[in-house]
């Protein structure tokens, strides 16, 4: 017969094991993140182009893991710490656990970019820009933001000169906001895809070829995002405390802001249109997560209805302004999502903070030093991603490598950058069709099918598209 023996297992080796199982956990999680990503960018785009977006996603993580693994986390340590540790060179497994979890946060960041410049950015350029990111953009924002001894930290140059550190928890501007800055302005740069615009500067409406690959990759990108909030709280803090408190905080405010910002836009879109857009509801439901990510663990319950609601709100002013007054096409919205979102929630930080109010009695000067922090924050890493990924793709448009030309770009990056067709059974005559049957001039009815399994023919049309003006009255 066996006999009981006492557990011989130390404490901290088993409060360390349960951090690092949770850490792989939601690094895992937030890795399923880019399945999202790609169905929500090829729901997006014009079926031409769909073959080509799911190969920047597949190719923003293969390049920039390993470029992340070789050179950007030893330049996050740099600019964080003053010592330059690349990831290869770690000593231990808990090092190399963190090395993947911080990979992570640095890819979200680098296929944010992807959307903004789909359909006509050649695959080589984005390829170079996302070897740069992993390298060095991201690495050094997430260096100057997440270490006590950063730029922006506690003990850093400006957190000293502020009174107070910036306060970023899980990447609302370190990750989101400064992907979809950079993707703006790699799309300024680009310009506008053929016929997005009219030499009066109105706009042309694109559509994407898939609301349902949309709102699938948005509910995965919300599945995900879990990992990317509840995950960045360990369970166990660096006092071997419980944090269940913070974990549950993080969990509330992250499905109420997600919520909130879903029916945030759509309000706003259907108080602008008549209409309630389901895209503006699928983007505005992610605009509420980002809204929220840099402050969860801090935000009280109504603070999340706030925040989340404001970045759902905004989502359609937003993209229209950058429509139709900066002319600027981004084709995912990644800005309004990403971009204004991110930033919106992390300056309201101090605002909606539980330490910001005594019951009823607003703290003013936590709300003006934090506020302060924040603003120093988003400013500074604003201005280092504007200037690098411009200087960047500025020097790509210079040697004529940032765009397809022309006629690749009508005939679809599926077919002049990659060779294929997403979908050939609607491509050239002859090819069979999903029935079974063949297109061919010969069918009575038509030589096209039409999406909606029905026949273009002069007795059959397919139906006038909207206007413009139409569609975004």
């Given at each position: 017969?066996?006999?009981?023996?006492?557990?011989?297992?130390?404490?901290?080796?088993?409060?360390?094991?349960?951090?690092?199982?949770?850490?792989?956990?939601?690094?895992?999680?937030?890795?399923?993140?880019?399945?999202?990503?790609?169905?929500l960018e090829a729901?997006?785009?014009?079926?031409?182009?769909?073959?080509?977006?799911?190969?920047?996603?597949?190719?923003?993580?293969?390049?920039?893991?390993t470029v992340f693994f070789l050179i950007g986390a030893g330049v996050d340590s740099l600019v964080g710490t003053g010592?330059?540790?690349?990831?290869?060179?770690?000593?231990?497994?808990?090092?190399?656990i963190g090395w993947l979890y911080g990979a992570v946060f640095a890819m979200t960041a680098a296929?944010?970019?992807?959307?903004?410049?789909?359909?006509r950015a050649k695959l080589r350029a984005y390829v170079g820009?996302?070897?740069?990111?992993?390298?060095?953009?991201?690495?050094?924002?997430?260096?100057?933001?997440?270490?006590?001894?950063?730029?922006?930290?506690?003990d850093g140059a400006v957190g000293s000169a502020v009174g107070a550190a910036f306060t970023d928890f899980a990447g609302g501007t370190v990750v989101h906001a400064m992907g979809g800055i950079a993707g703006l302005t790699a799309a300024w740069v680009l310009g506008p895809r053929i016929g997005r615009f009219n030499d009066d500067g109105s706009a042309n409406v694109i559509p994407g070829h898939s609301m349902t690959f949309a709102v699938l990759g948005t509910l995965m990108?919300?599945?995900g995002w879990y990992g990317f909030n509840v995950g960045t709280s360990a369970v166990f803090n660096s006092d071997n405390v419980f944090v269940v408190d913070q974990l549950g905080r993080v969990a509330l405010t992250t499905t109420i802001a997600m919520a909130c910002g879903a029916m945030g836009a759509g309000a706003a879109a259907g108080l602008k249109t008549g209409k309630v857009d389901t895209l503006y509801v699928a983007n505005?439901?992610?605009?509420?997560?980002?809204?929220?990510?840099?402050?969860?663990?801090?935000?009280?319950?109504?603070?999340a209805f706030l925040v989340g609601g404001v970045s759902g709100v905004q989502l359609p002013i937003v993209f229209s302004f950058v429509e139709k007054r900066m002319n600027i096409d981004d084709v995912c919205a990644v800005f309004p999502v990403h971009g204004s979102a991110g930033v919106i929630g992390t300056l309201m930080y101090s605002f909606v903070a539980v330490e910001a109010w005594n019951g009823f009695t607003p703290n003013v000067g936590f709300m003006i030093e934090g506020?302060?922090?924040?603003?120093?924050?988003?400013?500074?890493?604003?201005?280092?991603?504007?200037?690098?990924?411009?200087?960047?793709?500025?020097?790509?448009?210079?040697?004529?490598?940032?765009?397809?030309?022309?006629?690749?770009?009508?005939?679809g990056l599926d077919v002049s950058e990659h060779g294929v067709e997403t979908y050939p059974e609607f491509g050239d005559e002859g090819a069979a069709v999903a029935d079974g049957g063949f297109v061919s001039d010969s069918n009575e009815t038509s030589s096209e099918l039409r999406s909606d399994g029905g026949f273009v023919s002069e007795e059959n049309p397919v139906p006038a598209e909207r206007t413009a003006e139409e569609r975004s009255d």
């Amino acid at each position: 017969m066996l006999e009981l023996t006492p557990l011989q297992t130390e404490t901290q080796t088993l409060i360390d094991a349960i951090n690092n199982v949770w850490i792989l956990v939601v690094t895992f999680l937030i890795f399923f993140m880019h399945a999202g990503f790609a169905m929500l960018e090829a729901g997006q785009v014009r079926s031409k182009n769909v073959s080509n977006q799911l190969t920047k996603n597949l190719l923003t993580w293969s390049v920039g893991v390993t470029v992340f693994f070789l050179i950007g986390a030893g330049v996050d340590s740099l600019v964080g710490t003053g010592s330059f540790s690349p990831a290869f060179a770690a000593g231990s497994a808990g090092d190399w656990i963190g090395w993947l979890y911080g990979a992570v946060f640095a890819m979200t960041a680098a296929t944010i970019v992807s959307g903004a410049v789909a359909g006509r950015a050649k695959l080589r350029a984005y390829v170079g820009y996302t070897f740069l990111l992993a390298a060095v953009i991201y690495p050094v924002v997430s260096g100057m933001a997440w270490y006590a001894t950063g730029l922006l930290g506690a003990d850093g140059a400006v957190g000293s000169a502020v009174g107070a550190a910036f306060t970023d928890f899980a990447g609302g501007t370190v990750v989101h906001a400064m992907g979809g800055i950079a993707g703006l302005t790699a799309a300024w740069v680009l310009g506008p895809r053929i016929g997005r615009f009219n030499d009066d500067g109105s706009a042309n409406v694109i559509p994407g070829h898939s609301m349902t690959f949309a709102v699938l990759g948005t509910l995965m990108l919300a599945f995900g995002w879990y990992g990317f909030n509840v995950g960045t709280s360990a369970v166990f803090n660096s006092d071997n405390v419980f944090v269940v408190d913070q974990l549950g905080r993080v969990a509330l405010t992250t499905t109420i802001a997600m919520a909130c910002g879903a029916m945030g836009a759509g309000a706003a879109a259907g108080l602008k249109t008549g209409k309630v857009d389901t895209l503006y509801v699928a983007n505005g439901l992610l605009a509420g997560l980002v809204g929220i990510t840099a402050i969860p663990h801090t935000t009280t319950w109504w603070g999340a209805f706030l925040v989340g609601g404001v970045s759902g709100v905004q989502l359609p002013i937003v993209f229209s302004f950058v429509e139709k007054r900066m002319n600027i096409d981004d084709v995912c919205a990644v800005f309004p999502v990403h971009g204004s979102a991110g930033v919106i929630g992390t300056l309201m930080y101090s605002f909606v903070a539980v330490e910001a109010w005594n019951g009823f009695t607003p703290n003013v000067g936590f709300m003006i030093e934090g506020f302060v922090a924040q603003v120093a924050g988003v400013a500074i890493i604003t201005v280092w991603t504007v200037g690098t990924t411009g200087l960047i793709w500025g020097a790509f448009k210079a040697l004529g490598q940032a765009r397809v030309s022309r006629e690749h770009e009508q005939e679809g990056l599926d077919v002049s950058e990659h060779g294929v067709e997403t979908y050939p059974e609607f491509g050239d005559e002859g090819a069979a069709v999903a029935d079974g049957g063949f297109v061919s001039d010969s069918n009575e009815t038509s030589s096209e099918l039409r999406s909606d399994g029905g026949f273009v023919s002069e007795e059959n049309p397919v139906p006038a598209e909207r206007t413009a003006e139409e569609r975004s009255d």
